[in-house]
């Protein structure tokens, strides 16, 4: 079967460091992303990784062990536009993509 | 704004209407992508296009639902005989062959009353 976890929701503060983890057992594996989406909005493209290792993006870095199965997204310096619903995703065996349930983070001043 | 557009952005309709949306994907990308997103889930894979040519379909897509890409550009997507349980954001993305990045559009909300 096809599953990902990630925590349902997580609270931090202005300023600090936040990691969400992600855990994955998929058929096939092309690539994991992640996505932020504000609600109500579209989830708009934060990172990709298909090779293991730490992809580092200006305040925001995602890093990918395939043989665990297990990726995380590492947000600094927080600000508070920083709350949102971050969704990780596995591009399996096809192109589609395969979400889970996606982790609320509310950042607080 | 990702350069993938959808109409309409919202659309109520009662139980037993047809539906039917549009996806204009980035110009360039020759695949588009259906998703559906209820409140508190991820977005669910609907189908896939490359081209014209339909290549994936979900268990998830009944027999009331139909999607199209007849030049290979604009996709539809039509509901017939909408049910309360089709209420959802469905999303399209876009992406181009090669390239792995699927880049979404703002959503279609529909309420089915």
């Given amino acids: ?86 969704l990780c995703a596995v591009q399996g065996g096809t192109d589609k993509l395969i979400f889970g349930t996606g982790t609320r983070l509310q950042v607080f001043p | 704004d990702t350069g993938v557009s959808q109409d309409p952005r919202h659309k109520i309709t009662k139980r037993g209407q047809n539906v039917t949306f549009r996806c204009d994907p980035i110009s360039e990308h020759n695949r588009l992508y259906w998703y559906r997103q209820t409140l508190g889930q991820g977005p669910e894979f609907l189908t896939y296009f490359q081209n014209e040519a339909q290549l994936e379909k979900s ?16 996709s539809t997507l039509e509901i017939q005989r909408t049910e309360q349980g089709d209420s959802a954001m469905y999303l399209c993305a876009s992406s181009l062959l090669g390239a792995e990045t699927q880049y979404f559009g703002p959503g279609t909300r529909l309420l089915v009353l």
């Fill in chain 2, 59 to 74: 268990r998830l897509l009944s027999d009331r639902f139909s999607a199209e890409r007849p030049k290979g550009s604009f």
């Fill in chain 1, 1 to 86: 079967g096809q599953n990902i976890d990630q925590p349902t929701e997580m609270t931090a503060t202005e300023g600090a460091i936040v990691q969400i983890n992600c855990t994955y057992q998929t058929s096939g594996f092309n690539g994991l992303f992640w996505y932020q989406q504000h609600a109500g909005e579209a989830p708009t493209f934060l990172s990709y990784n298909v090779l293991d290792g730490l992809e580092e993006k200006g305040r925001f870095s995602s890093f990918l062990s395939r043989s665990k199965g297990y990726s995380y997204l590492l947000l600094k310096e927080l600000q508070m536009k920083d709350s949102a619903s971050y």
